[in-house]
């Protein structure tokens, strides 16, 4: 029996918070966890993932692989769309044709699991022209729209983020999750509903609330103070300074872990010379491995946890969102040593020995501290006479910014769910090539030895070759330095004493799994 048919209560409003917004109701549009996650309370993969990272049917109840390139799925039934049109085979074949459409940022995903083709309504086969060692993985980023609603409301194709593009689906849904979008204001606040149809309902653990309401509060303080004051009655990303004296509050209470996701400088490798910035012979600094380096090793990572971070950071020198995705290699998880003089040797070495200029791109409401991050690294690396202009911004404007690769130094995170290294080596550190590949190095950086290892790691299904493949990649993007590692976050969420929710090391809140009591 579920606690609402208990009758813990019968109208819970779950008003949650957190320092950004979401960036489009289009599912195919913006990968980026905040807007997936409330995206996610919409609309529903084949396989879901679970707040302890485990994999669970959704809308497939079955998934077979057949030979080694084509895998069977059998489909959950009696599944209705929001507006009552009923879920079939056909809806996801078309949601996987969407988002292999050149502008959306899953068409990495969607082509790693081949072309489907429905067999009847409630069974697909999806044809692969290379073995994908992953393919459940890669199934749980796949959200699945409605063909019927998506062509009468002319938006078969993703928007266009990069070009700001907008269309019915901006600000309108129909997914056959738990929850129903109301209303969207963005910047202000988007309202859910509970659907009384989602087939998911009766399984175990469901919650109680039956509207969301999702406030973007982007000042720290005020959003703080609204949890207090019991204005909200969660906080995704509470201010790491104030998440000590929320403990002490008997009205509150605090639940964290660590977060799936790590943090990183990415710079622009492909430019000849700096797009935003100065430097001696009208070069490019980033091409040369002795200035990453020592970029690097001007880095006080300790200093960022410790001051800025409250503590909740975990520096690393790895690659992946977790160790786990460099198979716990110590060799693969050590930092390059806290090194100022010998970052100024380098940086002599290479020509730059009175620095250079350039601009930082940085989000101010994405990721924990980012902006404050950005103002430290300016000061770290002023040290090298390296003057840095901190350009921070709202995440609506940031992605769209950097997935154009308008940029010559940001900072970035990248994670979620999985802690496969696969979920960092083709977006994020690949050379940009076709079907998605490299579709998020926004530095451009080509590394041909560790592409060619990469690539290999994505088709080889032994384990234990397959290891070595991804291992050896890392070690050589190491070695090159394409990103700087910072740190993987620690991930405190706030929330009101009545509260009950699941915390999960990708920070997707599961609303449909949240109690609130009386």
């Known amino acids: ?149 998506a062509e009468a409301n002319r938006v078969a194709r993703p928007l266009d983020m990069k070009a700001k593009e907008e269309s019915y689906a901006s600000q309108n849904a129909n997914g056959t999750g738990p929850f129903i979008l109301v209303s969207r204001q963005p910047g202000v606040k988007t309202v859910f509903r509970r659907n009384p149809n989602y087939w998911g309902r009766n399984q175990p653990g469901q919650g109680n609330v039956q509207e969301l309401v999702f406030m973007p509060i982007t000042v720290d303080a005020t959003r703080t103070a609204a949890l207090i004051s019991g204005e909200v009655d969660f906080v995704l990303d509470p201010p790491s300074r104030d998440v000590e004296r929320l403990r002490t509050l008997p009205e509150l209470k605090v639940v964290d872990g660590v977060d799936n996701r790590i943090l990183f400088i990415g710079m622009d490798q492909a430019r000849d010379k700096l797009l935003y910035g100065q430097a001696p012979g009208d070069k490019n600094p980033f091409k040369d491995l002795r200035v990453r380096r020592a970029l690097y090793q001007a880095i006080d990572i300790e200093a960022i946890k410790s001051k800025i971070m409250a503590g909740f950071s975990v520096p690393t020198g790895g690659l992946t969102p977790s160790s786990r995705g460099a198979y716990n290699d110590a060799s693969l998880e050590t930092r390059l040593p806290y090194d100022v003089a010998a970052a100024r040797k380098l940086m002599a070495e290479a020509g730059y020995p009175d620095g250079f200029e350039v601009t930082l791109d940085c989000p101010n409401n994405r990721y924990v501290n980012d902006e404050k991050i950005c103002l430290a690294l300016a000061s770290f690396w002023a040290q090298l006479k390296v003057k840095v202009k901190v350009n921070a911004m709202p995440r609506v404007q940031y992605f769209p910014k950097i997935d154009k690769y308008d940029t010559s130094l940001y900072l970035h995170g990248w994670g979620g769910g999985s802690t496969d290294a696969e979920i960092m080596l083709t977006p994020i550190l690949r050379n940009r090539g076709e079907q998605g590949v490299g579709v998020s190095n926004n530095g451009g950086w080509v590394n041909d030895k560790a592409d060619a290892l990469a690539g290999a790691s994505t088709v080889e299904t032994d384990p234990k070759k397959r290891e070595q493949l991804v291992k050896a990649a890392l070690a050589e993007y190491r070695q090159q330095i394409n990103i700087i590692p910072l740190h993987r976050q620690m991930i405190p969420w706030a929330m009101r004493a009545n509260v009950r929710v699941q915390h999960s090391p990708n920070n997707w809140l599961h609303v449909d799994l949240v109690t609130v009591s009386k």
Not at 94 to 119: E, H, L, T
């Open 1 to 149: 029996m579920t606690l609402l048919a208990c009758g813990t209560a019968s109208a819970q409003t779950l008003r949650w918070a957190a320092q950004g917004d979401m960036q489009t109701t289009d599912p195919h549009s913006a990968n980026e966890i905040q807007t997936n996650s409330l995206n996610g309370q919409v609309y529903d993969t084949l396989i879901r993932r679970l707040p302890d990272q485990s994999l669970t049917p959704a809308l497939a109840l079955e998934w077979t692989q057949a030979t080694p390139l084509l895998w069977r799925v059998k489909l959950r039934p009696g599944v209705k769309f929001h507006d009552g049109t009923p879920f079939t085979a056909d809806d996801v074949v078309f949601s996987m044709q969407r988002m292999r459409d050149p502008v959306s940022p899953y068409r990495v995903y969607a082509n790693a699991v081949g072309i489907p083709k429905a067999i009847d309504p409630l069974t697909l086969v999806f044809a692969l022209d290379k073995p994908n060692p992953v393919f459940p993985e890669h199934l749980v980023s796949l959200t699945i729209m409605s063909k019927r609603w």
